[in-house]
């Protein structure tokens, strides 16, 4: 099913450890949900796959999910128009209740490849304190560059533009807008360019957190009220 709808399997985050050292053993017994797709036919789409952790599943990371992940996918996400679509139905990790849609799209052209990535009414609540908080947002990733080599990697760049709201169970919420597109490197692990404008409890004064000049490093400032504080990404 990874293969046909063009995703990875994750297999290095929810597969059991075998042993001591953490390797996978081909034995299917290694792994401890089940993964089920409608329709089991070759190239016949929307296609649902679900993912059922039952009632309770340790992960390769250490992690304890149970619950289920179900998402729908309406044609191979590498062809440009296709989109999925992921829900959760009491879907847990750890202490923590994740709830919400999240959608991918394929937005690309026949030149360069572009993604929209939503999340609405998300929601993370920790079952043991009661805590809650909650986000909409929607993102567009757009490569720049590295398209004409899509077999090498780490010479693309991708553009990141969209804006997010969210709250808590505090009464706290807050507003960000992608002011100056983000810029990701594949070869980096950390945005190097870009500006985000956040706002809190509506509140007229703002934060402007700046990833830089386009260095490769976690180094990043957020300005308030003009007053510039150096920080670490981490």
């Known amino acids: 099913a990874g293969e046909e709808v063009g ?3 994750g297999s ?6 075998a042993g001591v050292a953490g390797t996978l053993s081909p034995d299917s017994t290694s792994h401890c949900f089940t993964v089920k797709v409608v329709p089991r036919i070759a190239r016949e789409f929307p296609k649902t796959i679900t993912i059922d952790f039952g009632d309770g ?3 390769k990371d250490g992690k304890f999910r149970k619950g289920k992940i179900v998402s729908i996918f309406t044609g191979p996400m590498f062809i440009p128009g296709s989109k999925t679509s992921t829900t959760f139905i009491d879907y847990n990790v750890d202490s923590f209740k994740v709830e919400g849609t999240h959608t991918i799209e394929n937005t690309s052209s026949s030149n360069n490849q572009s993604w929209t990535v939503r999340v609405m009414n998300g929601k993370v609540t920790n079952t043991q304190s009661g805590f809650w908080k909650k986000w909409d947002g929607v993102r567009e990733h757009k490569q720049t560059e590295g398209n004409g080599t899509p077999l090498y990697l780490l010479d693309d760049v991708y553009q990141i533009t ?6 808590n169970s505090n ?5 960000s807008l992608i002011t100056k597109p983000l810029i990701r490197k594949i070869g980096c692990a950390w945005r190097t360019e870009g500006q985000v404008t956040i706002s809190r409890n509506a509140n007229t004064r703002k934060a402007i957190l700046d990833y830089g000049d386009g260095s490769c490093d976690n180094k990043a400032t957020i300005t308030i009220n003009g007053v510039v504080r150096n920080i670490i990404v981490r």
């Open 57 to 59: 599943c340790l992960g």
């Open 12 to 17: 290095g985050i929810l597969y059991k450890p």
């Open 171 to 175: 009464g706290n919420s807050w507003t």
């Open 7 to 9: 995703l990875g399997t």
């Open 162 to 167: 969209g804006n997010a709201t969210g709250s």
